[in-house]
């Protein structure tokens, strides 16, 4: 078996600022995911990184970088944290494919 | 894209009762399907997957149904515990061109089983 480590597990900011919030996996994955979960609106795809050294966005990217800085972890930053962007932030991996999917136990952002 | 519809947003049933949450998707090109689980505080958890040409799966105590013709899938807690209380989430995907297997999630239904 393997885990999802996401830090840190609550981040408070002002609007404004740039954040970031990191994610590990020992699962030896190839591929990595960031979503939002925001309530009532399921999870939505920011970026994703197929390999090691690749990045893709996904529906919701404005407003967020990534990185993938080895296979093992996958950085999100918010460029310019928002109010309306309080929300849980997932992390998740999987094999080549991405069908079943690993998700750690999520980064609760407040921006004050 | 594909559109993906879960419902009822909250189901609240007695300990024994089953619990059913149904997800309607429009991409007649899905190929597999799968649910999660979510408890307090904690990521997802896949519960059970299925390939569009399973119609039913069983595995302790849940139960998937796939209705390809209706594009709907179906999972069913047949005799729910307290301990069943999550958020529950459908996953549906079709591979997108470089072959990999973009997940879109339903919104999620809030499942409480009372004693």
């Known amino acids: 078996g393997g885990i999802i480590t996401q830090t840190p597990k609550f981040l408070i900011g002002q609007e404004g600022q740039k954040l970031t919030l990191k994610c590990q996996q020992n699962f030896n994955h190839d591929t990595m995911y960031w979503y939002r979960q925001d309530s009532g609106k399921g999870l939505r795809l920011i970026y994703y990184s197929i390999t090691e050294n690749d990045l893709q966005k996904g529906d919701l990217s404005e407003g967020y970088d990534a990185s993938r800085e080895k296979k093992s972890s996958f950085s999100l930053t918010v460029t310019s944290a928002q109010k309306n962007e309080m929300a849980v932030f997932l992390c998740?991996?999987?094999?080549?494919?991405?069908?079943?999917?690993?998700f750690g136990p999520g980064t609760r952002l407040t921006v004050l | 894209g594909e559109q993906v519809e879960q419902r009822p947003p909250h189901l609240s049933v007695r300990e024994g009762d089953s619990a059913i949450i149904i997800c309607t998707y429009t991409d007649s090109a899905t190929a597999y399907f799968s649910w999660y689980k979510q408890e307090a505080g904690a990521g997802l958890q896949l519960l059970m997957s299925?390939?569009?040409?399973?119609d039913r799966k069983e595995e302790q105590g849940l139960t998937v149904l796939l209705n390809k013709k209706d594009k709907r899938l179906s999972l069913n807690l047949t005799a729910a515990h307290p301990g069943d209380s999550a958020v529950y989430f459908c996953a549906v995907s079709a591979s997108n061109d470089s072959g990999y297997n973009k997940l879109t999630f339903g919104k999620g239904t809030v499942l409480l089983v009372s004693p």
């Open positions: 299925v390939l569009s040409n399973v």
């Open positions: 998740a991996s999987s094999g080549l494919g991405g069908r079943e999917q690993y």
